[in-house]
């Protein structure tokens, strides 16, 4: 009788689950195993890009991938999932609701950018958290070159100071410039409520993020946040105005909505609590991958963050871990014990540090080379080659 595993998602974490338990299935020489990937578009959107220019470029097909390797696409937005009854219910592309079966559950359906009730914020505030969203922004910004010439024009707010804040704001200037010519007198505030610049990020990066920002001419305003939005700026809690043409948010991300309906353990960030083979907690046939999954990275007490950097490998370990359980073989441990970041820091470079502790080890133009090397080629999909594909989706292999 044939089994099922079915993963929801084709982000990294969704794509590395299908072609891992595709590899261990050819390993053992099952043919009784189905893998079927349920997402809204077979492509792999490469999110961690969605802050630079030309944003609609930056996605994956998947169908050769996918038909090179067996992996079955199935075109649908995911609804419910009934555990009890191991079902999930899906919107197909002419609107119409059915379901799927399975043995085993992979949720890697990714995560959200969060927007709070903050007034005028839905209606007058850009992102970059989705390819429509990113894109939207792009439209608006080629469009400022339309609007007459004013202090406003050319100012961004960018509200949030974290990873992609940063990110955001430090390629802002370049762009504008770009649109606006070279001799625009731009202006990018980023607003965040921590005390220090790049405070969730430690001190091993700050110093690069402040000589960044010097050299860039991006304004900090710390200790604040957004109150609220309208077409001509924003107002901070404070109750200092902003005039400013764009307001960009960044603010806090929330894994997919569909965690909240296993009835597991979830963080304030809605990630599922997973054990070591990452599995949910309580939930025997499901398991988690990327940002839906809180998991432990090693044995000092750190955890999994929502990047493409520990969503790759999770994906490769759950999708392992779910073949191995229906064909009877022994599931891997999720371990990746070492951290890095790499930091966009736009046309002054990037910073690159080893560690939790985020020790500098590249700065400058060293640093952007080898974040334009993860974000042009190593985060990409493997060829549409199933042996290459397959070899590329060992468990084992190292990402950071």
């Given at each position: 009788m044939e089994q099922h595993i079915l993963i929801i998602g084709s982000g990294f974490a969704g794509m590395w689950s299908a072609l891992s338990a595709v590899r261990l299935l050819d390993q053992h020489g099952r043919s009784d195993v189905r893998v079927t990937l349920l997402?809204?578009?077979?492509?792999?959107?490469?999110?961690?890009?969605?802050?630079?220019?030309?944003?609609?470029?930056?996605?994956?097909?998947?169908?050769?991938?996918?038909?090179?390797?067996?992996?079955?696409?199935?075109?649908?937005?995911?609804?419910?999932?009934?555990?009890?009854?191991?079902?999930?219910?899906?919107?197909?592309?002419?609107?119409?609701?059915?379901?799927?079966?399975?043995?085993?559950?992979?949720?890697?359906?990714?995560?959200?950018?969060?927007?709070?009730?903050?007034?005028?914020?839905?209606?007058?505030?850009?992102?970059?958290?989705?390819?429509?969203?990113?894109?939207?922004?792009?439209?608006?910004?080629?469009?400022l070159a339309k609007q007459p010439e004013s202090a406003a024009r050319n100012t961004v707010v960018v509200a949030g100071g974290g990873f992609t804040g940063i990110e955001?704001?430090?390629?802002?200037?370049?762009?504008?410039?770009?649109?606006?010519?070279?001799?625009?007198?731009?202006?990018?505030?980023?607003?965040?409520?921590?005390?220090q610049v790049g405070a969730t990020l430690g001190d091993g990066i700050r110093p690069a993020i402040l000589e960044a920002s010097r050299e860039l001419g991006i304004e900090w305003r710390l200790g604040v946040s957004v109150a609220a939005v309208d077409a001509g700026g924003v107002v901070l809690d404070d109750g200092q105005r902003i005039d400013a043409g764009t307001v960009i948010w960044t603010v806090?991300?929330?894994?997919?909505?569909?965690?909240?309906q296993l009835g597991a353990p979830r963080d304030a960030s809605g990630r599922l609590q997973?054990?070591?083979?990452?599995?949910?907690?309580?939930?025997?046939?499901?398991?988690?991958?990327?940002?839906?999954?809180?998991?432990?990275?090693?044995?000092?007490?750190?955890?999994?963050?929502?990047?493409?950097?520990?969503?790759?490998?999770?994906?490769r370990y759950a999708g392992n871990n779910a073949a191995a359980e229906l064909i009877g073989v022994a599931p891997r441990v999720y371990s990746q014990p070492k951290y890095v970041t790499c930091l966009d820091l736009g046309a002054w470079g990037a910073v690159y540090t080893e560690g939790w502790d985020r020790q500098q080890k590249l700065v400058g133009?060293?640093?952007?080379?080898?974040?334009?090397?993860?974000?042009?080629?190593?985060?990409?999909?493997?060829?549409?080659?199933?042996?290459?594909?397959?070899?590329?989706?060992?468990?084992?292999?190292?990402?950071?």
């Open positions: 997402a809204p578009q077979a492509e792999l959107r490469i999110r961690p890009r969605f802050y630079e220019p030309d944003v609609h470029s930056m996605r994956a097909p998947l169908q050769e991938l996918f038909a090179a390797t067996g992996v079955r696409f199935v075109q649908g937005l995911a609804l419910n999932i009934d555990t009890a009854g191991r079902r999930v219910t899906y919107r197909n592309a002419e609107g119409e609701e059915a379901s799927l079966g399975y043995d085993r559950l992979i949720l890697a359906a990714g995560s959200q950018l969060f927007r709070p009730p903050v007034p005028g914020l839905a209606e007058h505030a850009f992102d970059v958290d989705q390819i429509e969203q990113a894109a939207r922004l792009e439209q608006h910004l080629f469009g955001t704001a430090t390629e802002l200037p370049q762009r504008l410039r770009a649109i606006l010519g070279d001799d625009a007198k731009v202006r990018v505030i980023v607003i965040d409520r921590g005390a806090g991300f929330r894994a997919s909505g569909l965690t909240e997973v054990d070591g083979f990452l599995k949910v907690a309580g939930l025997q046939d499901v398991f988690a991958a990327g940002d839906t999954a809180r998991a432990a990275t090693d044995e000092l007490g750190n955890f999994s963050v929502m990047s493409c950097q520990h969503a790759i490998p999770l994906g133009a060293e640093a952007k080379t080898l974040k334009q090397q993860i974000n042009s080629q190593w985060i990409y999909p493997p060829a549409a080659d199933r042996a290459v594909a397959l070899a590329a989706a060992d468990p084992s292999i190292p990402v950071a």
